[in-house]
């Protein structure tokens, strides 16, 4: 294989969001970069993403917004390549974009206009994008030979960035994670993150009468909590606050929701018990609430047709806790199948967060999601792979 491989100074598999990027930046310091693919088209992710408008970054970017074995992995490459950085670039290929709650970009156009950029940054600098590769064996270390259906390749450096296991339909595979076992490295467990939640039994029952209501609520985990909409689904839980929670989630633990966090809602009941003591329980919680949420948990809560004057004040303090601290189990999530993320990957404490390359093998490197690093839903991931591709694009 060697004797017919063609000769780069790079490979880069995976032409997703930190393949094009490292790839552009090491084409741009004169490097002669291969990216390898086995999907038809580049970026397909991002084309998907955001609705296809991409929430490419944050106003804000801090490593507080990321989950890791190594809180401060990303640290550095978030700092040498931020959301300004990334902004620059935009302003270069004249993509308008707009900023949305919490702070998310988006493009003004399509997400399209995102992978157009970054074709247009590799195509500067003249990087061979080879799509439709099936990969084969990997060995070697600088050089490092691959062979592909495509034919074989071989260079001194190579950077992994193959992503996580969300969404196999568009082409996520292990690659990354069979590959770094290979080379000696270790993998922190995947997960899905960013994931609608599953449940079973009286929950899902009452979750599929509720389905379509979204309302705006606290989500807790532990000392984790989210602000933001809560969507009941014919499977369970949905919208931005569950997905953000679902990444904190373990197994078999609760997750606490607060449906009122503006207000106490002991307080509350207790008060209109004192001013209309004839109005039926439901009808003041549906002050509050969507009026099914409302007839639903306060039928949960045994008060169902009952005037508030008439229900005992123990009755209506564990209706409050439904409403301000509702403990749901979830029986699971909805898997790599939507998850908007894989949490966990190469472990970050065989990588050099200067280089992204691993400690053992200097030229192997490892970026984007592949990587034991997530982040939060709100353009974090995109950030990640266009900070960790930029590093490794300058060090290659
Ligand atoms: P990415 O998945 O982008 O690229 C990996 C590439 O490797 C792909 O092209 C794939 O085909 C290729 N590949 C994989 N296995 C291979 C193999 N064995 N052989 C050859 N090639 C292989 N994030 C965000 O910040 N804002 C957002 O709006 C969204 N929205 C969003 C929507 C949806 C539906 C999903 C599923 C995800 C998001 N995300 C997101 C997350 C974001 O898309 C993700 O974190 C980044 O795309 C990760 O970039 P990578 O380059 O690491 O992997």
């Known amino acids: 294989m060697s004797h017919s491989s063609s000769a780069f100074d790079v490979i880069v598999i995976g032409a997703g969001a930190a393949g094009l990027m490292c790839a552009a930046v090491a084409a741009g310091r004169g490097k002669r970069v291969v990216v390898l693919d086995h999907n038809d088209q580049p970026g397909r992710k991002i084309l998907i993403s955001g ?7 944050n106003r ?3 490593p507080a917004q990321y989950l890791s074995a190594n ?6 490459a978030l700092k040498r390549f931020g959301p300004a950085d990334f902004l620059d670039l935009m302003k270069r290929h ?9 702070g998310q970009l988006f493009c003004d156009n399509s997400a399209a206009d995102i992978v157009a950029m970054l074709l247009s940054e590799c195509g500067a600098g003249g ?3 080879v799509l439709e590769a099936k990969l084969g064996a990997v060995t070697g270390e600088g050089p490092f030979q691959v062979a592909t259906s495509r034919g074989g390749y071989c260079a001194p450096a190579l950077v992994i960035a193959t992503g996580g296991l969300s969404v196999p339909k568009i082409g996520a595979t292990g690659f990354a994670h069979t590959l770094a076992g290979r080379y000696g490295l270790s993998v922190v467990p995947p997960r899905p993150g960013l994931v609608p939640l599953t449940f079973t039994g009286a929950d899902l029952d009452l979750m599929r009468d509720l389905a379509g209501i979204a309302v705006p609520a606290e989500l807790r985990f532990g000392k984790t909590r989210f602000r933001e909409a809560l969507l009941f689904t014919h499977r369970g839980l949905s919208g931005p606050a569950v997905l953000q929670i679902s990444s904190y989630w373990l197994t078999g633990q609760p997750i606490m929701v607060n449906l009122l966090p503006d207000l106490d809602a002991n307080a509350r009941l207790l008060e209109r018990k004192a001013a209309r003591p004839n109005a039926q329980v439901e009808t003041v919680v549906g002050e509050l609430l969507p009026a099914r949420l409302a007839r639903a948990l306060t039928e949960r809560a045994g008060l169902l047709g009952r005037p508030i004057g008439q229900s005992t004040n123990a009755a209506l303090a564990g209706l409050a806790r439904l409403l301000s601290e509702w403990p749901l189990v979830p029986a699971g999530s909805e898997g790599y199948r939507t998850a908007e993320v894989t949490l966990g990957g190469v472990d970050t404490a065989g990588l050099s967060s200067k280089t992204m390359a691993a400690k ?6 490892f970026i984007g999601e592949a990587v034991d690093v997530a982040g939060w839903l709100g353009g974090y991931n995109f950030q990640w792979a266009w900070s960790s591709g930029w590093v490794a694009g300058m060090s290659v």
């Open 94 to 102: 004249r993509i308008a974009w707009h900023e949305r709650e919490h």
């Open 71 to 76: 809180p401060h992995y990303a640290t550095s």
């Open 127 to 129: 990087v061979e994008v």
């Open 60 to 62: 804000t970017v801090t």
């Open 51 to 57: 609705g296809g408008k991409c929430n490419f970054t």
């Open 360 to 365: 053992s093998h200097p030229g192997l490197h």
